[in-house]
């Protein structure tokens, strides 16, 4: 099987040995004639030049295996009529997990209340994890992960997805459900994939819904949130903190006003990585699956762009 590695060079000495370890009847090549591939792998920036990537001329790839998870730069590409399939990787969902985790317990326990003023503030206690509340916007396969680490650590957690598909004993409202699942969070937490039905979700109107003071954490990505409506609800304490890692533009411009917004965390895209040590083997059940015609894992619905 002759496999094109279509992600940017610079992930390649990473990637090689262990997609070849996990596949070792693959043939897995950094170029040739199109049409002689059965499968890409694929990563945005790719090809290096900027380009869209043309696929019509892979006649006989029975499958693009998208190294990332998020999907929104190559699925409208309308030369792309092969089956493309997003990752999921329990390494991915394991640094997730972690971000989450981190940045929501920074956020509970009020750490950045705590300046080293010599100012000694001890005015409440602040709640359990149980007493506070946080919502999870998108439960798939990294959301689902984070909300049951979440529950684990004994939080108030529901989610909100398009289907409402409960995971694991836990409440997911259906996508009707918007403004319930922002009145009650308190922190709220988003894993939701960059589609038209989540691009500018996050909008003066549904900010407005959050408990005041509410914390934002937004690893899915930066077209959620109309940014002068968050740093304008920051402003008017509507939002108390928001920890960003993704972004309209990235790398995010050095003038952009989130960078010094004393409420504002930047994190340059780095919530969770594919590691090719556990994605490796992922990608080669695939690359099996699609060369014996086998049911292929985690196809992306087009229509739903996800
Ligand atoms: P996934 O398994 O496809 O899950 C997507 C979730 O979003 C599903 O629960 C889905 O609902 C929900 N959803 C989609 N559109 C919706 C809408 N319009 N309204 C309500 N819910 C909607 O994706 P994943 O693997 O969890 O990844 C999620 C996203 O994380 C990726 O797309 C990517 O953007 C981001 N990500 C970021 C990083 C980083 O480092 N920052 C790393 C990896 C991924 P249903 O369950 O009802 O279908």
New binding site residues.
């Given amino acids: 099987m002759r496999v094109l590695f279509a992600a940017p060079s610079k992930g390649w000495d990473n990637w090689a040995p262990h997609l070849r370890a996990a596949c070792p009847e693959m043939e897995l090549l950094q170029d040739g004639e199109p049409g002689s591939f059965d499968a890409l792998i694929y990563a945005p920036g790719y090809p290096e030049s900027g380009e869209p990537l043309d696929f019509t001329p892979f006649t006989r790839a029975r499958l693009v295996q998208s190294l990332?998870?998020?999907?929104?730069r190559i699925v409208g590409n309308p030369t792309l009529t092969q089956p493309l399939c997003?990752?999921?990787d329990p390494g991915?969902?394991a640094?997730?997990v972690e971000?989450c985790l981190g940045w929501t317990m920074r956020a509970h326990l009020g750490m950045d209340g705590y300046a080293q003023d010599g100012v000694w503030r001890n005015p409440i206690v602040p709640p359990l994890a149980p007493e506070r509340r946080v919502t999870v916007?998108?439960?798939?396969?990294?959301?689902?992960?984070v909300a049951r680490a979440l529950k684990a650590m004994g939080f108030d957690v529901a989610?909100?997805?398009?289907?409402?598909?409960a995971v694991e004993g836990m409440e997911?409202l259906?996508?009707a459900d918007?403004h319930a699942a922002l009145a009650r969070a308190e922190i709220l937490v988003s894993?939701?994939?960059?589609?038209?039905?989540?691009r500018d979700?996050l909008d003066a109107g549904t900010l407005a819904l959050l408990p005041s003071g509410a914390t934002i954490i937004n690893?899915?990505?930066g077209t959620l949130i109309v940014e002068d409506d968050l740093l304008a609800a920051l402003d008017r304490g509507q939002v108390g903190m928001a920890v960003l890692?993704?972004f309209r533009t990235e790398p995010l411009p050095p003038e952009h006003p989130f960078w010094a917004h004393p409420r504002v965390v930047v994190t340059p895209?780095?919530?969770?990585?594919?590691r090719p040590s556990t994605a490796a083997p992922i990608v080669a059940e695939n690359l099996r699956r699609a060369m014996d015609g086998r049911p292929l894992l985690?196809l992306v619905d087009r229509a739903?762009?996800?």
């Fill in positions: 990332w998870a998020g999907v929104e997003r990752m999921v991915l969902q640094g997730m971000y916007l998108g439960t798939g396969a990294l959301g689902g992960a989610g909100w997805s398009a289907s409402g598909r997911v259906p996508g918007l894993l939701l994939p960059d589609t038209p039905g989540t979700l690893p899915g990505r890692d993704v895209h780095i919530a969770a990585d594919t985690h739903r762009g996800y």
